[in-house]
């Protein structure tokens, strides 16, 4: 029954370090969302995909993120050249409809990132 | 532009007592409303949504709210709060032509035995 996955759901990088955060949406869903949601506070959009297009890309906060969803299905944020302000909690969405964020959304459980 | 302010950072009421979490927008045109619910290690879970129509809107596990144009405002209510429903509560808002949503900054919902 599945929902959104995500892997790992831990992990720890020395800063510098180049990391990769996997998302798996449920099956079908055309629309895929990136949140980053530091401690205390609410998910800030990161980026969205319709299928494979990357339609929104507006929240990255800098040219070391980088998201793709090459085949319209599997989803893999980026982070180069990791820094402690990296540090939160990333969180993925999907949704079975396009047109952005009208619709529920139907979250993953998140990956937490320490950069040390 | 959109964005979302949640009034407390943290609620605490007593089993059985009346829950209100509040909910103010902004938005340049006609919102979508949600309300999230997050668990410990777990992702957000939708509890119910404003898109059209009827403004008191019910969702999952006797929560309910209402859309208040002139006031900006989508407050979540529960009538009696149970020990389950601790936990942390986003509004979030959308709407037009945007990709992303906006969410508050949460509240934490504390029930007291």
């Known amino acids: 029954g599945a929902g959104v996955s995500q892997s790992p759901r831990y992990k720890v990088a020395k800063r510098g370090q180049d990391v990769a955060l996997r998302c798996d949406p449920i099956s079908g869903h055309v629309s895929l969302f990136w949140y980053q949601q530091a401690l205390g506070q609410g998910p800030e959009f990161l980026t969205y995909?319709?299928?494979?297009?990357?339609?929104?890309k507006s929240g990255l906060p800098s040219d070391r993120f980088f998201a793709e969803r090459p085949e319209g299905s599997v989803s893999t944020l980026k982070i180069q050249r990791t820094q402690q302000e990296d540090s939160a909690v990333y969180l993925c969405a999907s949704s079975p409809y396009g047109r952005g964020a009208r619709y529920e959304q139907y979250f993953g459980p998140g990956t937490r990132l320490t950069v040390t | 532009a959109q964005s979302v302010t949640q009034l407390g950072s943290h609620v605490s009421v007593s089993e059985g007592a009346l829950v209100l979490l509040r909910c103010n927008y902004s938005s340049s045109v006609p919102p979508y409303l949600f309300w999230y619910v997050q668990y410990p290690n777990q992702g957000l879970q939708l509890l119910l949504k404003y898109t059209t129509g009827a403004t008191l809107v019910k969702g999952i596990n006797g929560f309910e709210a209402e859309f208040k144009k002139s006031e900006t405002s989508f407050h979540l209510t529960k009538p009696s709060a149970h020990m389950s429903d601790a936990a942390e509560y986003f509004c979030?808002?959308?709407?037009?032509?945007?990709?992303?949503?906006?969410f508050g900054a949460g509240t934490r919902l504390t029930v007291k035995p």
């Open positions: 979030a808002v959308s709407g037009g032509g945007n990709n992303d949503m906006r």
């Open positions: 995909f319709q299928n494979e297009a990357q339609l929104d």
